[in-house]
């Protein structure tokens, strides 16, 4: 049997100022993780020089890599390349604004491989009242709507199995539901209580009109694709194999 393994995404866009910090709090984590651990970046078209310290930083750690975005694409199909390019047993995911701490990770790893997805519940959040407010509006919102049992579907650190990861429909606005797109294929979801930080150094790329409209727009969509999303495990079968002659002319 293979060895468990972990790949964390980080989505980068425009935290040069984060960046040192972040890896000196992510290798604590890595000292610590029960499993082999991969830190894989994925640059979402930065244009502050995030690219050149990523390259730096990977060409210095070995268990650090990259993959680089032509342009800016959002944040949802920076995780989904992320997923599609990680090779590992479970698939990580963390914001690298140092507002969550690498470390609260250690406390995922007793729940797997029980759950398909820990997801985290941002405790005693050091936000604007702006941000908290938004979120908290579109998190009741989304609760209403598609009833999924998540207190905090978009707190930036999760693991998830990667079978199930990398079954997820794609779509923009994806991030916002990565709990519910696990609980779709019938993969169960434990919920932990995590840290949260003030945001260590640049600004939040996020405003109170996409907080907002984003999330209700998006959860239309998700409950049109939820209707229609087909899922089925097989029991038994049979495949007969063919055969092929070939004939001497």
Known sequence: MEATS??????????????????????????Q???PTQVLFVND???????????????????????SFDRNYGLSTAIKAG??????????????????SPLD????????????????????RKDTFVKKMSSKIAN?????MINDGIQDTCCPLKIMEA?????????????RFLPALIKLQNGRVKQLPVQHFERYAGTAKYHLFNRLWGPLND???????????????????????????????
């Open 45 to 67: 078209g930065s244009t502050d020089g995030s690219l050149k310290k990523i390259k730096e930083i990977c060409s210095l750690k070995p268990n650090y890599s990259f993959i």
């Open 6 to 31: 972990l790949t964390i995404l980080v989505p980068v866009y425009n935290e040069i100022e984060c960046l040192d910090r972040f890896c000196e709090s992510m290798d604590a984590f890595l000292q």
């Open 140 to 144: 009741n919102f989304r609760r209403l």
């Open 105 to 124: 990770f250690l406390f995922y790893f007793e729940h797997l491989p029980g759950y398909q997805m820990v997801n985290g519940i941002r405790a005693r």
């Open 83 to 100: 997923i599609d390019a990680a090779d590992s047993t479970y698939i990580g995911y963390i914001d690298s604004d140092l507002q969550t």
């Open 163 to 175: 079978t199930y990861a990398k079954r997820i429909p794609f779509f923009d606005g994806m991030h």
């Open 33 to 35: 993780s029960p499993m």
């Open 219 to 249: 959860t239309f969509a998700f409950r049109w694709m939820r209707k229609r999303y087909i899922n089925y495990s097989i029991a038994e079968h049979a495949v007969a194999q063919t055969t092929q002659t070939h004939e001497q002319v």
